[in-house]
């Protein structure tokens, strides 16, 4: 095909196109600085348009991949890498974050869309401070291309062309897989509009009234893309690599939980400073962490350092950039911290223990408290084996050791909060609150007790927990309905919605809380009441496993696609239900793959893995896994109530008389 010749095809453009979007990132970036010092305001608007060509140069160099890979050019190296000819269509368009190069070049078009949206929304909004904003994301840009264009570069030519490609990973060629990586990427480059924010205010001295309700809708949307993707990835994984998991605590699922961590807390504690005008300087702080660790990520998955599923073994030139470039970032967004963060002072302090900011700012000490513990065993391991060149594994026995009486308190947290008023609680008021939930919560935990007779005390306590929490949440919403029943004589239903509606943030918040009592209870089934069998069976054998009784029926060999597979069925002699679990073959690739049989319904899922061959049987490894679809229900609960608190409009502030006085301060 004429656009696959070695001399000049589309893939050209698009590569130029990525180098003149590196350039005119540097004059977004430099910008603002060169209106200082010229004394020329008017130049500081040239990073808003500048921002828009970035993003659309940044697009036209992805697209001009995607053709590429779509139309099976394999004189592009990168496609000839991860396609091939049998590769389905969909895949062939997703590979472009199939391997290094392009998951890099995802991350900067992600990062140069969200700069790209800054600049049109701020430009009515935040117009003097949006320069200096655009700017911080522009060198970001150009970092990133930096490491694309000289030592990553997806564009890179291949001679002679080759008939075909080496096919994708096979472990990329799955829905969940395909959607994990995006999502998760919105959610890590998210984090860095906060963070341009944070810069933009320590710089110009922006009062936090204004920032701080900017960055919490920025940083919610951040933390709802990071929860996405960190349950895509372990939907993924519990579906495909058979093993009846979804988490590991693997170091690169870390590297995603740790911003996750700190994004949870920032959001709460951006609520205490919009109610109490507190924590303004450990808000910064905490915004500068979530994306450093985001970076930190990064860092782990393309630098090489890390074996895992996850991580893209490559070069130490890419990683040492990397690293510098992540450790350049924090030394200056550090050092603008400690030499302006003086600016950012709060106006009130905590007056009583027994009020809802005391209870925000011990969340804040948890969760940093657990960023820390997952990071120190995450690196611990690497530092020691680059000293000592010793290899110890921190495996998930200390992490579940560790994390779950922390999620524990958590739990608690999430109970008392909503009880308690800011500023100081009445005793007697919060004493009769408790009761209700205190009642919930103990009869919660006497069921699991004497129904369930679970051998691990954290079942009980989480079903406690649960049951107190949900208490906690339905009477806080009634009082309110009962309130407005008893002043405007509404119907329970409208009187309910309305009640909600009127206040969009604070029940949205509840709606996200309900679904982690919903997920929590996917992970007590899940964790702790799971059934497990190997066996060796020949066709017509009977396995029975937890009250599920299912007879093998054989196996049968197809080919389909880029794959060849084993497939085997088994039938329920109860409900007959068909289960089809395969063993999957990728011949280009001589990659095994397994996908589980699997029959779910909300209480239970039945899921059978194929292992290997035994003489004239088959190895099979079957779960019966309680609850495990409250994780996933939980997180479609979590998300409409993010949408429910994004949905509420900010309150208004008297922008310009506070605008104009920061900026005199600032001078």
Same mark, same amino acid.
């Given at each position: 095909?004429?656009?696959?010749?070695?001399?000049?095809?589309?893939?050209?453009?698009?590569?130029?196109?990525?180098?003149?979007?590196?350039?005119?990132?540097?004059?977004?970036?430099?910008?603002?600085?060169?209106?200082?010092?010229?004394?020329?305001?008017?130049?500081?608007?040239?990073? +808003?348009?500048?921002?828009?060509?970035?993003?659309?140069?940044? =697009?036209?160099?992805?697209?001009?991949?995607?053709?590429?890979?779509?139309?099976?050019?394999?004189?592009?190296?990168?496609?000839?890498?991860?396609?091939?000819?049998?590769?389905?269509?969909?895949?062939?368009?997703?590979?472009?974050?199939?391997?290094?190069?392009?998951?890099?070049?995802?991350?900067?078009?992600?990062?140069?869309?969200?700069?790209?949206?800054?600049?049109?929304?701020?430009? =009515?909004?935040?117009?003097?401070?949006?320069?200096?904003?655009?700017?911080?994301?522009?060198?970001?840009?150009?970092?990133?291309?930096?490491?694309?264009?000289?030592?990553?570069?997806?564009?890179?030519?291949?001679?002679? +062309?080759?008939?075909?490609?080496?096919?994708?990973?096979?472990?990329?060629?799955?829905?969940?897989?395909?959607?994990?990586?995006?999502?998760?990427?919105?959610?890590?480059?998210?984090?860095?509009?906060?963070?341009?924010?944070?810069?933009?205010?320590?710089?110009?001295?922006?009062?936090?009234?204004?920032?701080?309700?900017?960055?919490?809708?920025?940083?919610?949307?951040?933390?709802?893309?990071?929860? %996405?993707?960190?349950?895509? #990835?372990?939907?993924?994984?519990?579906?495909?690599?058979?093993?009846?998991?979804?988490?590991?605590?693997?170091?690169?699922?870390?590297?995603?939980? !740790?911003?996750?961590?700190?994004?949870?807390?920032?959001?709460?504690?951006?609520?205490?400073?919009?109610?109490?005008?507190?924590?303004?300087?450990?808000?910064?702080?905490?915004?500068?962490?979530?994306?450093?660790?985001?970076?930190?990520?990064?860092?782990?998955?393309?630098?090489?350092?890390?074996?895992?599923?996850?991580?893209?073994?490559?070069?130490?030139?890419?990683?040492?950039?990397?690293?510098?470039?992540?450790?350049?970032?924090?030394?200056?967004?550090?050092?603008?911290? !400690?030499?302006?963060?003086?600016?950012?002072?709060?106006?009130?302090?905590?007056?009583?223990?027994?009020?809802? $900011?005391?209870?925000? +700012?011990?969340?804040?000490? @948890?969760?940093?408290?657990?960023?820390? %513990?997952?990071?120190? &065993?995450?690196?611990?391991?690497?530092?020691?084996?680059?000293?000592?060149?010793?290899?110890?594994?921190?495996?998930?026995?200390?992490?579940?050791?560790?994390?779950?009486?922390?999620?524990?308190?958590?739990?608690?947290?999430?109970?008392?909060?909503?009880?308690?008023?800011?500023?100081? &609680?009445?005793?007697?008021?919060?004493?009769?609150?408790?009761?209700?939930?205190?009642?919930?919560?103990?009869?919660?935990?006497?069921? /699991?007790?004497?129904?369930?007779?679970? %051998?691990?005390?954290?079942?009980?306590?989480?079903?406690?927990?649960?049951?107190?929490?949900?208490?906690? @949440?339905?009477?806080?919403?009634?009082?309110?309905?009962?309130?407005?029943?008893?002043?405007?004589?509404?119907?329970?239903?409208?009187?309910?919605?309305?009640?909600?509606?009127?206040?969009?943030?604070?029940?949205?918040? !509840?709606? @996200?809380?309900?679904?982690?009592?919903? /997920?929590?209870?996917?992970?007590?089934?899940?964790?702790?009441?799971?059934?497990?069998?190997?066996?060796?069976?020949? #066709?017509?054998?009977?396995?029975?496993?937890?009250?599920?009784?299912?007879?093998?029926?054989?196996?049968?060999?197809?080919?389909?696609?880029?794959? $060849?597979?084993?497939?085997?069925?088994?039938?329920?002699?109860?409900?007959?239900?068909?289960?089809?679990?395969?063993?999957?073959?990728?011949?280009?690739?001589?990659?095994? /793959?397994?996908?589980?049989?699997?029959?779910?319904?909300?209480?239970?899922?039945?899921?059978?893995?194929?292992?290997?061959?035994?003489?004239?049987?088959?190895?099979?490894?079957?779960?019966?896994?309680?609850?495990?679809?409250?994780?996933?229900?939980? =997180?479609?609960?979590?998300?409409?109530?993010?949408?429910?608190?994004?949905?509420?409009?900010?309150?208004?502030?008297?922008?310009?008389?506070?605008?104009?006085?920061?900026?005199?301060?600032?001078?």
């Amino acid at each position: 095909m004429s656009d696959q010749t070695f001399f000049f095809n589309l893939v050209e453009v698009g590569h130029f196109a990525a180098y003149l979007a590196m350039v005119v990132a540097v004059v977004q970036g430099l910008a603002p600085l060169l209106a200082r010092q010229l004394r020329m305001p008017a130049l500081a608007g040239v990073a +808003v348009n500048a921002s828009v060509a970035v993003f659309a140069l940044t =697009t036209l160099g992805g697209l001009t991949l995607i053709h590429a890979f779509v139309t099976s050019n394999f004189s592009v190296l990168y496609v000839s890498q991860h396609s091939n000819l049998q590769l389905p269509m969909f895949y062939k368009v997703s590979a472009l974050w199939g391997g290094h190069e392009g998951s890099l070049y995802l991350w900067v078009w992600i990062l140069t869309l969200y700069t790209a949206i800054l600049g049109w929304h701020g430009r =009515t909004r935040y117009p003097q401070r949006l320069p200096v904003i655009l700017a911080v994301q522009g060198w970001l840009v150009v970092g990133f291309f930096g490491l694309i264009l000289f030592l990553s570069s997806p564009f890179e030519r291949l001679f002679p +062309v080759p008939a075909d490609g080496n096919d994708l990973n096979p472990l990329l060629q799955d829905p969940g897989m395909v959607i994990h990586p995006p999502m998760l990427y919105l959610g890590y480059v998210g984090f860095s509009v906060p963070f341009a924010f944070a810069m933009a205010a320590l710089l110009t001295n922006w009062n936090s009234t204004l920032w701080s309700g900017l960055i919490r809708r920025w940083a919610l949307i951040a933390w709802g893309f990071l929860t %996405t993707g960190i349950v895509l #990835g372990g939907w993924w994984a519990y579906h495909e690599l058979g093993w009846g998991g979804y988490w590991a605590w693997d170091p690169v699922e870390n590297a995603s939980f !740790m911003p996750w961590l700190l994004g949870t807390a920032l959001i709460h504690s951006i609520t205490v400073q919009d109610h109490r005008r507190m924590l303004h300087a450990w808000n910064i702080f905490l915004v500068i962490t979530t994306f450093s660790l985001s970076l930190l990520g990064t860092f782990l998955v393309r630098s090489g350092v890390l074996s895992s599923v996850h991580a893209f073994a490559v070069d130490p030139g890419r990683g040492a950039y990397i690293l510098v470039f992540m450790v350049t970032v924090l030394t200056i967004s550090f050092s603008i911290f !400690m030499i302006k963060g003086r600016a950012q002072q709060a106006q009130e302090s905590i007056t009583s223990a027994f009020s809802r $900011e005391s209870v925000f +700012v011990w969340n804040n000490v @948890i969760f940093a408290f657990a960023c820390a %513990t997952v990071l120190l &065993a995450t690196l611990y391991p690497l530092a020691l084996e680059a000293l000592t060149a010793a290899k110890i594994t921190v495996g998930a026995p200390y992490f579940n050791a560790v994390m779950v009486p922390i999620f524990l308190v958590v739990m608690l947290l999430m109970g008392i909060a909503p009880l308690l008023p800011w500023r100081k &609680a009445n005793l007697a008021k919060l004493r009769s609150r408790l009761t209700i939930p205190a009642v919930l919560g103990a009869i919660a935990l006497a069921i /699991m007790l004497v129904l369930f007779q679970p %051998t691990h005390w954290t079942a009980p306590v989480a079903v406690g927990l649960v049951g107190f929490v949900l208490g906690t @949440i339905v009477t806080d919403l009634l009082r309110a309905v009962n309130q407005r029943r008893a002043q405007l004589s509404e119907h329970f239903g409208r009187a309910t919605l309305k009640a909600v509606l009127a206040n969009r943030r604070h029940y949205g918040g !509840m709606v @996200i809380h309900l679904g982690v009592l919903v /997920m929590a209870l996917g992970l007590v089934g899940s964790g702790l009441f799971r059934s497990e069998i190997t066996v060796a069976m020949a #066709g017509g054998d009977v396995l029975e496993i937890s009250g599920e009784r299912l007879r093998f029926e054989g196996v049968r060999t197809f080919r389909k696609d880029n794959y $060849e597979s084993l497939q085997a069925q088994f039938t329920s002699l109860d409900s007959g239900y068909v289960l089809l679990p395969e063993r999957r073959f990728y011949p280009r690739q001589e990659a095994p /793959m397994t996908e589980s049989g699997l029959d779910s319904t909300l209480v239970r899922d039945v899921y059978i893995i194929i292992s290997e061959r035994s003489g004239d049987k088959w190895i099979f490894r079957a779960f019966v896994i309680p609850l495990v679809q409250f994780i996933w229900l939980g =997180t479609i609960i979590i998300l409409a109530g993010l949408g429910l608190t994004l949905s509420s409009r900010r309150r208004k502030v008297k922008q310009e008389a506070i605008d104009h006085s920061s900026l005199a301060h600032a001078k």
